[in-house]
């Protein structure tokens, strides 16, 4: 007992005062030599906020030596009528949250000091079009722009989804006598043949190139800038920390991630803390919400019936198997295999055009999978988990999720989002491997709910913020979930954080 006294104090005097906190050496005395369950409690809150508080210091820190590194080169001043100009290029209204977020980043962008921002959009919610617009906005200001992606199969689609709306706008301009060039892309992933990849690299580096999309290849030494202002990171928790500082320290740019994954803003805030928070919580008109059903084994005909009528209409069908392989261990033996599945369905039906996707294919055998089901090659896809991010196919509007009850909330959601991307009405059917699973509150949360805000949430609740979106590389803090089940403290931690580090700069 009289060791703790000597316990040195780890929160600042005013901290402890302004939150009428014990001193830490109470705190422990009060956890290992409790007089009343209060006290207990007491200590409890203080331990929290004190893991939180340690955590906003370390990010905010972070987040100053980034934005210290100031430059006026990287000051991009707002053009408020060329943003007029790319929405009115566009086919669609884009949403006012969009509007404003783009708005937020633009605003960081017309300061010397680099610009850290996350923007986490719900699936759907059109962060790619967020991205193409201050993209444009750079590009039309003389700046580079580097938008790393986690896939070789969704840096294509970019290439073409972003390339398509980015020309739209220079037609526009070009309509209404504005001097602005064509923008000049480029894709730089392991499929590019190595002749072809240099002479990009050359270009790049001699600013002939303005936007340049690609996976890893983006962080190789080979690869330099010649006026490098922007950096996108798109699902930026599927890449490690070091992968993202490799791209981030060529010339200190402007750095924008952005993440389809829901976050709750407490995790948000402290697993992300080094940046600002934007977020896209409505979608797109154009978006008809998904229709999503837990399904016993006993209803499996059924559901079976009712997807050949809809192939028999003209729609696609996405398959998602938890494995590549059949298991040989015990307790796996009943859960659904890629391949298994694969020769069910051709079995079951026969009269439709079936193909497969996972994760020991190379990145061509992959593309050339997705392209086909993209052009209706193919009725059904089954696949593993490697389907899970940012694959827009339209003509997809069901998905069938296999031994459902594998996946947590967040990765169901994301699956689900691979589907819904019209105005087609849209299915999620969510089996699971025996009937006792069916009756799951989780996987009834995802009838009931359709924003992956909401589904996060419960998900954060049931399983822990580590489980949320993989633990390790993401740098997913080890914090308890008491303390992140607890808004409040988490923002009373990060304001007393800024105080902290804004006087002792």
Same mark, same amino acid.
């Given at each position: 007992?009289?060791?703790?006294?000597?316990?040195?104090?780890?929160?600042? #005097?005013?901290?402890?005062?302004?939150?009428?906190?014990?001193?830490?050496?109470?705190?422990?005395?009060?956890? =290992?030599?409790?007089?009343?369950?209060? %006290?207990?409690?007491? /200590?409890?809150?203080?331990?929290?906020?004190?893991?939180?508080?340690?955590?906003?210091?370390?990010?905010?820190?972070?987040?100053?030596?980034?934005?210290?590194?100031?430059?006026?080169?990287?000051?991009?001043?707002?053009?408020?009528?060329?943003?007029?100009?790319?929405?009115?290029?566009?086919?669609?209204?884009?949403?006012?949250?969009?509007?404003?977020?783009?708005?937020?980043?633009?605003?960081?962008?017309?300061?010397?000091?680099?610009?850290?921002?996350?923007? %986490?959009?719900?699936?759907?919610?059109?962060?790619?079009?967020?991205?193409?617009?201050?993209?444009?906005?750079?590009?039309? =200001?003389?700046?580079?722009?580097?938008?790393?992606?986690?896939?070789?199969?969704?840096?294509?689609?970019?290439?073409?989804?972003?390339?398509?709306?980015?020309?739209?706008?220079?037609?526009?301009?070009?309509? #209404?006598?504005?001097?602005?060039?064509?923008?000049?892309?480029?894709?730089?992933?392991?499929?590019?043949?190595?002749?072809?990849?240099?002479?990009?690299?050359?270009?790049?580096?001699?600013?002939?190139?303005?936007?340049?999309?690609?996976?890893?290849?983006?962080?190789?030494?080979?690869?330099?800038?010649?006026?490098?202002?922007?950096?996108?990171?798109?699902?930026?928790?599927?890449?490690?920390?070091?992968?993202?500082?490799?791209?981030?320290?060529?010339?200190?740019?402007?750095?924008?991630?952005?993440?389809?994954?829901?976050?709750?803003?407490?995790?948000?805030?402290?697993?992300?803390? =080094?940046?600002?928070?934007?977020?896209?919580?409505?979608?797109?008109?154009?978006?008809?919400?998904?229709?999503?059903?837990?399904?016993?084994?006993?209803?499996?005909?059924?559901?079976?019936?009712?997807?050949?009528?809809?192939?028999?209409?003209?729609?696609?069908?996405? !398959?998602?198997?938890?494995?590549?392989? &059949?298991?040989?261990?015990?307790?796996?033996?009943?859960?659904?295999?890629?391949?298994?599945?694969?020769?069910?369905?051709?079995?079951?039906?026969?009269?439709?055009?079936?193909?497969?996707?996972?994760?020991?294919?190379?990145?061509?055998?992959? &593309?050339?999978?997705?392209?086909?089901?993209?052009?209706?090659?193919?009725?059904?896809? !089954?696949?593993?988990?490697?389907?899970?991010?940012?694959?827009?196919?339209?003509?997809?509007?069901?998905?069938?999720?296999?031994?459902?009850?594998?996946?947590?909330?967040?990765?169901? =959601?994301?699956?689900?989002?691979?589907?819904?991307?019209?105005?087609?009405?849209?299915?999620?059917?969510?089996?699971?491997?025996?009937?006792?699973?069916?009756?799951?509150?989780?996987?009834?949360?995802?009838?009931?709910?359709?924003?992956?805000?909401?589904?996060?949430?419960?998900?954060?609740?049931?399983?822990?913020?580590? &489980?949320?979106?993989?633990?390790?590389?993401?740098?997913?803090?080890?914090?308890?979930?008491?303390?992140?089940?607890?808004?409040?403290?988490?923002?009373?931690?990060?304001?007393? /954080?800024?105080?902290?580090?804004?006087?002792?700069?």
């Amino acid at each position: 007992k009289d060791v703790i006294d000597t316990i040195p104090e780890t929160l600042p #005097k005013d901290v402890i005062t302004e939150e009428g906190f014990l001193s830490r050496s109470e705190s422990i005395r009060a956890l =290992h030599f409790p007089e009343n369950a209060e %006290e207990v409690e007491e /200590a409890q809150n203080r331990f929290a906020y004190e893991a939180l508080y340690a955590m906003q210091i370390e990010a905010l820190e972070r987040k100053k030596e980034w934005q210290g590194n100031t430059q006026d080169r990287l000051k991009i001043p707002m053009d408020a009528q060329l943003i007029r100009d790319f929405f009115s290029s566009l086919k669609f209204t884009p949403t006012d949250g969009q509007k404003i977020t783009i708005y937020e980043i633009l605003q960081d962008m017309e300061k010397s000091k680099p610009m850290s921002r996350l923007l %986490e959009g719900d699936v759907g919610s059109g962060k790619t079009l967020v991205a193409t617009a201050v993209i444009a906005h750079t590009i039309t =200001h003389g700046g580079q722009t580097a938008l790393m992606v986690p896939t070789e199969v969704l840096a294509k689609q970019h290439v073409e989804s972003i390339g398509k709306v980015l020309v739209g706008f220079y037609n526009y301009c070009q309509k #209404k006598g504005l001097d602005i060039q064509c923008p000049r892309i480029a894709l730089l992933s392991g499929s590019v043949p190595k002749g072809q990849a240099r002479e990009i690299k050359e270009s790049i580096q001699a600013g002939n190139i303005d936007l340049v999309i690609g996976t890893h290849s983006l962080i190789e030494d080979s690869v330099q800038f010649n006026d490098l202002k922007l950096v996108i990171v798109d699902e930026q928790h599927r890449f490690g920390v070091v992968q993202r500082n490799r791209l981030t320290s060529k010339g200190s740019p402007h750095f924008l991630s952005m993440t389809a994954t829901p976050i709750p803003r407490t995790l948000a805030l402290t697993a992300y803390g =080094h940046h600002d928070l934007s977020v896209l919580t409505e979608k797109p008109g154009n978006r008809s919400p998904i229709d999503t059903k837990v399904i016993s084994p006993a209803d499996r005909k059924t559901v079976e019936l009712f997807i050949d009528n809809q192939i028999g209409e003209g729609r696609q069908v996405f !398959v998602i198997c938890p494995l590549i392989s &059949e298991s040989t261990k015990e307790d796996m033996t009943e859960i659904k295999s890629v391949e298994a599945e694969f020769k069910r369905l051709q079995e079951g039906f026969s009269h439709r055009r079936i193909t497969s996707l996972h994760g020991k294919m190379t990145p061509q055998e992959k &593309e050339n999978v997705m392209q086909d089901f993209k052009k209706n090659k193919y009725d059904i896809l !089954v696949s593993t988990s490697v389907i899970e991010v940012g694959i827009d196919i339209p003509n997809s509007t069901i998905i069938v999720i296999e031994g459902s009850e594998r996946f947590g909330l967040s990765q169901l =959601h994301q699956f689900r989002g691979r589907v819904g991307r019209s105005d087609i009405k849209s299915y999620c059917f969510l089996f699971t491997t025996n009937p006792e699973q069916s009756r799951s509150p989780r996987l009834k949360a995802m009838e009931k709910h359709n924003s992956g805000f909401q589904l996060a949430e419960i998900d954060l609740k049931l399983r822990g913020p580590g &489980e949320l979106f993989g633990r390790r590389q993401s740098g997913i803090p080890e914090v308890s979930t008491l303390s992140l089940m607890n808004p409040e403290l988490v923002v009373r931690a990060r304001k007393a /954080a800024e105080r902290f580090i804004g006087t002792s700069s």
